[in-house]
């Protein structure tokens, strides 16, 4: 395997250990550097607007630095500099979800940058087909665009204990708990979800992650941020995973909660439905209240298919989405392109 280096550009990456925020582009940046990928990078792990100023700065001189291949994270924001100041390199650049499907068609001013970036890339890269077909529709030539996911780690995210699980978080042994992991906002379905909660009282919904906690009923339970050392024994402590989410590229925490064998009610939104199927979770309508209230009382009253959707589901993420092999062929892409 060639030994080249990467000049990474990524406007959302961890801060520390304990930050999940573009946890899986850092994932990304240490299983290339295990195959002898030397990487340069220029990141913003603040969410402060203010951060621009020294990602910007970072990323200017980087471009002057040596690397042969550069890559941005979020179009347009870590691809304007890269674009700019690429000096014959290969470029690529990859969406993620809503720099994808939302930002271009806010108005003509977002368009215009991403159709510049898009211009100026060598190679573009979604997070699923769904948002390749999307990036195809805007401008760009088919041949030139690649579907490669965000994969996970296969063996942190596995199967455990669900009764030591349940412990570690003090959860009542004997109640079916319907997991949300992730932030706290409207666009991922959480009010829809608080109201499915009050319709099904006798499941316990916990929540997962960071935001404003809204007003629910009894049977939520909300733990703020998790530690994501923890989060593959949160995921094991439940019986199913939920995302009513109103827009998603793909969605890391379907491939994560599959690969603990926990089934997923979720949206049929973005690139969800190339994850979920009948034979590994339930999809609905997006903003549906009945129909995931529906989903959840079937999950609660159907242990057995839930359990071999559960199984499915860590086949299918061992299959299409172990985080080695994606890295082999993101690897490939890059090499195809070196002199």
């Not at 068609?105 to 898009?118: C, D, E, G, Q, T």
């Not at 195809?136 to 699980?165: H, Q």
């Not at 941020?225 to 989060?231: L, R």
Request: aromatic share 8%; glycine share 8%.
């Amino acid at each position: 395997m060639s030994d080249y280096t990467l000049g990474l550009y990524a406007n959302l990456y961890p801060q520390n250990d304990l930050d999940s925020r573009g946890i899986f582009i850092r994932q990304m940046v240490e299983k290339l550097e295990e195959n002898n990928v030397k990487i340069l990078k220029a990141v913003k792990k603040s969410s402060c607007p203010f951060a621009y100023a020294p990602f910007y700065t970072r990323s200017f001189i980087n471009c002057f630095r040596h690397s042969d291949i550069l890559q941005a994270e979020y179009i347009p924001h870590s691809s304007l500099i890269p674009s700019l100041l690429k000096l014959n390199r290969p470029l690529f650049i990859k969406f993620h979800g809503d720099d994808g499907y939302i930002y271009p068609f806010k108005n003509r001013f977002n368009m215009a940058l991403i159709k510049y970036s898009i211009r100026r890339a060598d190679h573009i890269l979604t997070c699923s087909e769904s948002l390749r077909e999307t990036i195809i529709s805007i401008g760009t030539d088919p041949e030139d665009i690649s579907a490669i996911a965000n994969g996970i780690d296969v063996n942190k995210f596995r199967p455990m204990d669900k009764e030591r699980c349940r412990e570690e978080f003090s959860f009542p042994p004997d109640t079916v708990i319907s997991l949300y992991v992730g932030r706290l906002h409207p666009m991922k379905g959480i009010g829809e979800l608080i109201e499915a909660a009050g319709k099904n009282p006798e499941v316990t919904f916990v929540f997962g992650g960071p935001g404003p906690v809204p007003a629910h009923p009894d049977n939520c339970i909300f733990l703020g941020s998790v530690n994501p050392e923890k989060i593959p024994a949160l995921m094991n402590s439940a019986d199913f995973l939920t995302l009513p989410s109103h827009s998603e590229g793909l969605g890391i925490v379907l491939l994560e909660s599959l690969a603990c064998r926990l089934p997923v009610i979720a949206s049929n939104v973005g690139g969800i439905p190339e994850i979920i199927s009948d034979e590994n979770g339930i999809l609905i309508p997006p903003g549906d209240v009945d129909r995931l209230s529906d989903a959840v009382n079937w999950m609660k009253e159907n242990p057995g298919s839930i359990r071999e959707m559960g199984i499915k589901g860590e086949e299918k993420v061992k299959r299409d989405y172990n985080n080695d092999v994606l890295v082999k062929k993101l690897i490939g892409l890059h090499e195809s392109c070196l002199p």
